[in-house]
């Protein structure tokens, strides 16, 4: 089943602003992930936060969670050409699988 | 380098005519699984594999098969394709289910 569910489903920004993506889920979750996929490949991971974390950074990657809404974010600040990608949030419920939203696709102008 | 590397990359074919693509990992993960990802559905797991020997549905099983005879290899089978399996497939692996997956380049199947 589809756990995660990604707004906005597009996004166009130019270089250099800050892009922000949400994932709401339905069940409770030890873990949300994000992943990103650029056109045609396959996912690569980028952070992962536990459910007793509320906010993670790596680089210019923001990640915040929040259980009580059972809703998480990505932040991508100064963004670049270069993530332009599809970007995933991923659930593990405690049974055995990551449940993958369908995604929000960034497009990063020149 | 690590990876997960899957074959074919690409394969049309017919109704009906078995196929095989392979998986293979060479990270000694416990953790294998398969996806096939369409648009607007995002990634839907078909199989996922705890260890050798322990494989168990995911959400889309029907159609397809599994099997993990050694730790590094787990190739779907789909003994009879259809069309509405035509899709783009991804293999993962990962040491426990609820770790950073690692994801091969994807094969892109179109079955006529």
């Known amino acids: 089943s589809q756990q995660g569910e990604e707004d906005p489903q597009a996004l166009s920004i130019q270089e250099g602003e800050n892009a922000t993506m949400n994932c709401s889920y339905k069940t409770s979750i030890n873990n949300l992930q994000w992943y990103r996929q650029n056109s045609g490949r396959g996912l690569v991971h980028l952070i992962l936060i536990r459910s007793n974390e509320r906010e993670k950074h790596s680089g210019r990657l923001r990640v915040t969670l929040d259980t009580s809404k059972k809703s998480s974010s990505l932040l991508i600040t100064a963004s670049r050409a270069a993530d332009t990608a599809s970007y995933f949030c991923a659930t593990d419920a405690n049974d055995y699988k990551l449940s993958f939203g369908a995604g929000t696709t960034v497009t990063v102008r020149a | 380098e690590a990876q997960v590397t899957q074959n074919p990359r690409y394969l049309i074919t017919v109704t009906g005519k078995k196929l095989t693509v392979t998986c293979s990992q060479n990270m000694n993960h416990e953790y294998m699984s398969w996806y096939r990802q369409d648009p607007g559905l995002g990634l839907r797991q078909i199989y996922y594999?705890?260890?050798?020997?322990?494989?168990d549905k995911g959400d889309v099983p029907e159609g397809y098969k599994v099997s993990r005879k050694e730790k590094r290899n787990f190739p779907l089978i789909l003994e009879s394709p259809s069309p509405n399996q035509t899709s783009l497939y991804f293999c993962?692996?990962?040491?426990?289910?609820?770790?950073?997956?690692?994801f091969g380049d994807g094969t892109r199947l179109s079955i006529l």
């Open positions: 993962a692996s990962s040491d426990y289910s609820n770790q950073p997956q690692h």
């Open positions: 594999s705890m260890n050798v020997e322990v494989t």
